[in-house]
């Protein structure tokens, strides 16, 4: 048992989680991204949330797995941001909108199917380069 448990210490020290890579978000910063046509995803989150925290871990696989899409991830702290929820119209955490650009691609809440999200944010990075 005790070289069980030391072999599962192991594992998670050898192979830790994706770390998300976001920054917060500022109107300034939103507005210099869509001026470069840059692809931009806003997540409305809040940190006691399980469906944001599963978003944050779909999205660190997705930068994980595509590191040639170049992804830009803006945070707004559902709880401490209201101004800019509403400004987006986010009914509630765990809200995800996708630019291109100054075009919206996609609005979600909830969404936890990483297939979806996966689609949806390699949909709005081919688009304009067909």
Known sequence: MKYMVGSILAFFLVAPLQA???????????????????????????????TCARQHEILADYQAEHPEVDLHILTVNYDNDRATVRRFRAPRQSTLLL?????????????????????EINRAAAFGEE
């Open 20 to 50: 998300l890579e976001a920054e917060e978000f500022s109107q300034e910063r939103f507005e210099a991204l869509q001026a470069e046509n840059a692809l931009v995803l806003v997540d409305i989150f809040a940190t006691w949330c399980p």
């Open 99 to 119: 630019f291109k650009g100054e075009r919206q691609h996609w609005f979600s809440v909830a969404e936890t199917r990483p297939e979806v999200i996966f689609a």
